[in-house]
Nanobody, 124 residues
Framework: QVQLVESGGGLVQAGGSLRLSCTAS????????MAWFRQAPGKEREFVAT????????YYADSVKGRFTISRDNAKNAVYLQMNTLKPEDTAVYYC?????????????????WGQGTQVTVSS
């Protein structure tokens, strides 16, 4: 069992930055693929970024590529999402997710564990 807790959301102006954190319980954190998803009001949950066990492989949605960076610290059981040059369309609840293995890491239904989400609001 893995429990995930996100933090770091808030209100920021367009062009600003935020850093989201996700802390995981459990001693096997390093064995999990971690990801960030987001869900805007009235929209489906969408993939944002993912990182493999070692942090050597990262993959991003086209909409955030070049602006967002996912990273992890296995010693701290944490995964991060650095978000720069934020846009109003980035406004959403951001969720941290974990899975040991997945055929398609961009699909939300592949993930076993989810956090409660943290709100990010970008004003224009």
């Amino acid at each position: 069992q893995v429990q995930l807790v996100e933090s770091g959301g808030g209100l920021v102006q367009a062009g600003g930055s935020l850093r989201l954190s996700c802390t995981a319980s459990g001693r096997t954190f390093s064995r999990y693929v971690m990801a960030w998803f987001r869900q805007a009001p009235g929209k489906e949950r969408e993939f944002v970024a993912t990182i493999n066990w070692t942090g050597g492989n990262r993959y991003y949605a086209d909409s955030v590529k070049g602006r967002f960076t996912i990273s992890r610290d296995n010693a701290k059981n944490a995964v991060y999402l650095q978000m720069n040059t934020l846009k109003p369309e980035d406004t959403a609840v951001y969720y941290c997710a974990a899975v040991q293995a997945a055929v398609d890491v961009t699909r939300s239904n592949m993930y076993e564990y989810w956090g409660q989400g943290t709100q990010v609001t970008v004003s224009s």
